[in-house]
């Protein structure tokens, strides 16, 4: 193959994984909406590949974190309620991102005494206005006082999205956690998928995304999430494997049909698509192993005259994972410079030193503990050392002690400091070159 060649397809590789990153990033719907934006604006590819190759550092320096709401709506019953409610962010100077599910069933009423099904989140886009049938406003205004947000934007998606993607790239290889056997001929749905990596179709790939618990009413193992959880935590790993398989140079020729599937099943109010044209320079170097997922913390409980259920989100420890998350995180770079300023002023280059060796580790946390405010205390105190917490997640099971996975022969020396910093002295040896982390800790029941 000559080298023109080469170079265009590797262009158009660019060009689909800058595509296809944001559409992960949105969960699927951003990325509609900048080929959408195309479509509408006749730039081509050519104008997309141009505007990739131009990066532009001022223009960096003056781009804010976007901030979206995505929200899944179901087309196959007859009231539309969105099941899916994601807080989706992504700051082009940190190259981070983040994906906050909020739990459909979360309670927004005003009186637990008197309440109703109408006052979980998820009813409120059925809200009915003069000049519409649905109210995405109503749901992106309880999520900002949820979260303490300031959201400007939202993204309303209908499930045939999903099935349309899915058959569109021939099916989507994926692990399924559990058997799943549910029945409801009130909404024509009939889930029946068996354990294990498989092929998914469209239509699988839904089954799999809207399953919560069996028609024995079994569900998620606890470790994994129940219910609700479960289901969001598989949503968002789905979407993931989703895009990385998009992402395969196979699919390069199938970015007209993203693009009218996107077209067809995507409703929003950003109309500045020239803010949106800014971003996607910034997007090619993006990995998309790097996107933080999160759920908002709470817990289920029972109340109202109907004894219905709702999950009540927890204010303090949802106003310290927000700030984590959508504050801290969108502003650590011009944070860590402002420390390494003061760390120099104050000659403490010792302390600089360790911090910056710390901060070339980087560790996926899984808890294993069943505790989210622990879990988060042992994430603090990493943090606060200066190690890179690249991913976070659950632990299929709860363990009783915390352990440390060395997986890139990382030194002695630092093991035995986070040994000391976790009180743990749990310490197993699984080295793989292809680890995207250099250590797997899974945070145990006895830390404190």
């Given at each position: 193959?000559?080298?023109?060649?080469?170079?265009?397809?590797?262009?158009?590789?660019?060009?689909?994984?800058?595509?296809?990153?944001?559409?992960?990033?949105?969960?699927?719907?951003i990325?509609?909406?900048?080929?959408?934006?195309?479509?509408?604006?006749?730039?081509?590819?050519?104008?997309?590949?141009?505007?990739?190759?131009?990066?532009?550092?001022?223009?960096?320096?003056?781009?804010?974190?976007?901030?979206?709401?995505?929200?899944?709506?179901?087309?196959?019953?007859?009231?539309k309620?969105?099941?899916?409610?994601?807080?989706?962010?992504?700051?082009?100077?940190?190259?981070?991102a983040?994906?906050?599910?909020?739990?459909?069933?979360?309670?927004?009423?005003?009186?637990?005494?008197?309440?109703?099904?109408?006052?979980?989140?998820?009813?409120?886009?059925?809200?009915?206005?003069?000049?519409?049938?649905?109210?995405?406003?109503?749901?992106?205004?309880?999520?900002?006082?949820?979260?303490?947000?300031?959201?400007?934007?939202?993204?309303?998606?209908?499930?045939?999205?999903?099935?349309?993607?899915?058959?569109?790239?021939?099916?989507?290889?994926?692990?399924?956690?559990?058997d799943?056997?549910?029945?409801?001929?009130?909404?024509?749905?009939?889930?029946?998928?068996?354990?294990?990596?498989?092929?998914?179709?469209?239509?699988?790939?839904?089954?799999?995304?809207?399953?919560?618990h069996?028609?024995?009413?079994?569900?998620?193992?606890t470790?994994?999430?129940?219910?609700?959880?479960?289901?969001?935590?598989t949503?968002?790993?789905?979407?993931?494997?989703?895009?990385?398989?998009?992402?395969?140079?196979?699919?390069?020729?199938?970015?007209?049909?993203?693009?009218?599937?996107?077209?067809?099943?995507?409703?929003?109010?950003?109309?500045?698509?020239?803010?949106?044209?800014?971003?996607?320079?910034?997007?090619?170097?993006?990995?998309?192993?790097?996107?933080?997922?999160?759920?908002?913390?709470?817990?289920?409980?029972?109340?109202?005259p109907?004894?219905?259920?709702?999950?009540?989100?927890?204010?303090?420890?949802?106003?310290?994972?927000?700030n984590?998350l959508?504050?801290?995180?969108?502003?650590?770079?011009?944070?860590?410079?402002?420390?390494?300023?003061?760390?120099?002023?104050?000659?403490k280059?010792?302390?600089?030193?360790?911090?910056?060796?710390?901060?070339?580790?980087?560790?996926?946390?899984?808890?294993?503990?069943?505790?989210?405010?622990?879990?988060?205390?042992a994430?603090?105190?990493?943090?606060?050392?200066?190690?890179t917490?690249?991913?976070?997640?659950?632990?299929?099971?709860?363990?009783s002690?915390?352990?440390?996975?060395?997986?890139?022969?990382?030194?002695?020396?630092?093991?035995?400091?986070?040994?000391?910093?976790?009180?743990?002295?749990?310490?197993?040896?699984?080295?793989?070159?292809?680890?995207?982390?250099?250590?797997?800790?899974?945070?145990?029941?006895?830390?404190?």
């Open positions: 193959m000559s080298r023109k060649n080469n170079k265009t397809k590797k262009k158009k590789h660019i060009v689909l994984k800058m595509l296809l990153f944001i559409l992960i990033m949105m969960v699927m719907f990325g509609g909406f900048v080929g959408y934006s195309t479509y509408k604006n006749g730039w081509g590819v050519k104008g997309i590949i141009q505007t990739a190759m131009g990066q532009d550092p001022k223009k960096l320096e003056n781009l804010d974190p976007f901030t979206v709401l995505i929200m899944g709506v179901s087309e196959d019953i007859s009231v309620l969105t099941d899916t409610i994601i807080v989706a962010s992504y700051n082009p100077k940190t190259q981070r983040t994906l906050l599910s909020i739990p459909r069933d979360t309670f927004v009423g005003a009186n637990k005494n008197k309440a109703t099904s109408y006052d979980k989140i998820n009813a409120l886009y059925q809200t009915k206005t003069k000049e519409k049938d649905t109210s995405p406003e109503k749901t992106l205004a309880a999520v900002n006082k949820i979260t303490g947000l300031n959201i400007t934007y939202y993204v309303v998606v209908s499930n045939n999205a999903l099935v349309q993607l899915v058959d569109a790239i021939g099916g989507v290889e994926y692990d399924v956690p559990i799943m056997d549910y029945d409801d001929s009130s909404q024509d749905l009939y889930i029946h998928l068996k354990k294990g990596y498989q092929k998914l179709n469209g239509e699988q790939a839904e089954w799999l995304v809207r399953f919560r069996n028609n024995n009413g079994t569900s998620y193992p470790s994994y999430g129940n219910n609700d959880l479960g289901r969001m935590r949503q968002r790993e789905f979407l993931k494997v989703v895009a990385k398989q998009m992402i395969q140079l196979k699919n390069i020729t199938k970015i007209g049909t993203f693009i009218d599937i996107f077209k067809e099943n995507v409703q929003t109010n950003i109309s500045n698509w020239s803010l949106m044209k800014d971003y996607i320079p910034y997007l090619v170097d993006f990995n998309i192993d790097n996107i933080q997922t999160e759920t908002l913390p709470g817990a289920p409980s029972s109340f109202g109907y004894n219905l259920s709702y999950f009540v989100y927890n204010e303090k420890q949802t106003k310290e994972l927000v984590k959508l504050t801290e995180q969108n502003y650590s770079e011009e944070n860590n410079e402002e420390k390494e300023e003061d760390i120099i002023d104050n000659d280059n010792t302390d600089n030193k360790t911090v910056s060796q710390n901060n070339t580790i980087k560790i996926e946390l899984l808890n294993g503990c069943g505790d989210s405010s622990v879990f988060s205390k994430r603090n105190a990493l943090e606060n050392e200066g190690y917490i690249s991913k976070t997640g659950t632990s299929e099971n709860n363990v002690k915390t352990v440390i996975i060395n997986k890139t022969s990382v030194s002695s020396e630092i093991i035995d400091t986070i040994k000391t910093l976790l009180h743990t002295e749990n310490l197993q040896s699984k080295s793989t070159s292809t680890s995207k982390v250099d250590l797997t800790i899974i945070i145990g029941k006895d830390y404190k």
